[in-house]
């Protein structure tokens, strides 16, 4: 009875560490900048984009972490069983894309710091990084990182709802606007489509579960559970953000600064809300950077034995590599992280395409399970939008060479 009680627990653990891994990988620095961007534009009318973005964003997840709860197997094993090759070129997009965005996590946390402790740049970064190198070496790491993104991400949360609280916002306004907005901007939706499911944000909870055991028809309800739960999350951290800056900007104050978020929390809440902004910018931060190296090496540990148990010492390279760059660079460099974006447009569409394709026609996959019909319609339609949010994104590459 000890032992089922403790295999319950763990099991549990790892659904709520997966809901805040994935939840956590999506609210990193662009997550905030974009956040406060929009809001500065578009008022209360940036409600409906939330609403709306987060449906969307259900609608996918509820059908990758099904597909790949039932199936048992990482995305790129599946992609490979559908077309073989094509598993290695999701697996070669998804981490090229988490290792240039992880420069701008490394760098997000040194601007935490140094809003929340004036410390310097690189220090800041190099002892996030260490931090996160160290929680990836610990014995329990799986169990680590669990409990760390979920403390850091209700941390978040909480200061941001009081935040958004003193700033004292038009909630009244925002909730009509959120039904009845006076205007719609797609590139908004678009936007965060991408930065909330996106490149390897799409597949970090789902691949927490594999690696934690918790799969099989039998999950299915504590699976799909635990997927809509993790958008809610996000959604929720988005909400009380907009509500903060949307405080301030409706109070007639001017953002126009370089660090507009920063701006905004000192307006609402005067240097304890600059500090606060700091604490919350590098939460954001150092978990992206423990997501986006998690989910990234979770591509490549399938493909040998080897790799399998080189995994942490795979992770540690990767924050370390990610690291190096920041050092040498000071940020993120800027065409790597247009090619990065354009490229993580492209694997939304093309993942989530291979997991619809073994919904709708390889069940052999999915140990004989028959994938209910509305999902998988409710997929489909996420899809095309992917699609066309996708080859949207492939503008971004075509900069490069103006």
């Known amino acids: 009875m000890s032992g089922t009680s ?10 709520i560490g997966a809901v805040f ?5 999506a609210i990193g620095p662009g997550f905030i900048t974009q956040t406060t961007d929009f809001t500065m534009r578009l008022g209360a009318a940036f409600a409906f984009v939330i609403v709306l973005s987060v449906l969307i964003d259900i609608a996918v997840q509820l059908n990758v972490w099904r597909i790949i709860g039932v199936s048992g197997m990482r995305a790129q094993d599946l992609g490979n069983k559908v077309l073989p090759g094509l598993g ?3 697996a070669a997009l998804v981490v090229f894309g988490g290792l240039v965005f992880n420069v701008a996590n490394v760098s997000g946390t040194s601007l935490g710091l ?9 220090i800041g970064g190099t002892l996030s990084a260490l931090l996160a190198i160290v929680i990836f070496l610990s014995k329990r790491a799986g169990v680590a990182m669990d409990r760390i993104v979920v403390v850091l991400g209700v941390l978040m949360i909480g200061l941001t709802t009081y935040v958004a609280i003193v700033s004292d916002p038009p ?8 039904v009845l907005p006076d205007q719609v901007d797609f590139l908004a939706v678009t936007t965060l489509i991408g930065g909330t499911v996106g490149g390897y944000i799409t597949y970090a909870g789902a691949h927490r579960l594999v690696d934690a055991g918790v799969t099989g028809p039998e999950r299915i309800v504590e699976v799909s559970r635990s997927s809509v739960l993790s958008l809610l999350v996000t959604g929720v951290m988005r909400a009380v953000l907009f509500l ?8 007639g104050a001017t953002l126009g600064s370089a660090n507009p978020t920063a701006e905004a929390f000192g307006h609402a809440a005067g240097d304890i809300g600059v500090r606060l902004f700091g604490l919350i910018m590098w939460a ?4 992206s950077v423990v997501g986006a190296a998690y989910t990234s090496v979770s591509f490549l540990v399938t493909f040998s034995a080897g790799l399998e148990r080189a995994r942490t010492w795979l992770v540690v390279g990767f924050i370390a590599v990610s690291t190096a760059v920041f050092l040498v660079l000071d940020q993120a460099p800027t065409t790597l992280l247009v090619m990065a974006g354009a490229l993580n447009g492209l694997i939304l569409p093309v993942g989530f395409g291979v997991l619809l394709w073994v919904a709708a026609r390889r069940s052999d996959l999915l140990g ?5 019909r509305w999902l998988l319609v409710i997929g489909v339609l996420a899809w095309l939008l992917s699609l066309y949010f996708g080859v949207n994104s492939l503008s971004g590459i075509a900069q490069l060479w103006q």
């Open 284 to 287: 954001a931060a150092i978990t």
């Open 88 to 90: 290695y070129a999701m």
């Open 114 to 122: 140094d809003a929340m402790v004036g410390l310097d740049a690189k």
């Open 6 to 15: 403790t295999k319950t627990g763990a099991h549990r653990g790892a659904l």
């Open 244 to 251: 903060a800056v949307l405080g301030v900007v409706a109070a």
């Open 171 to 178: 909630v009244g306004e925002a909730m009509r606007q959120a």
């Open 368 to 372: 004989g399970y028959r994938y209910p």
């Open 21 to 25: 891994l994935m939840a956590t990988s």
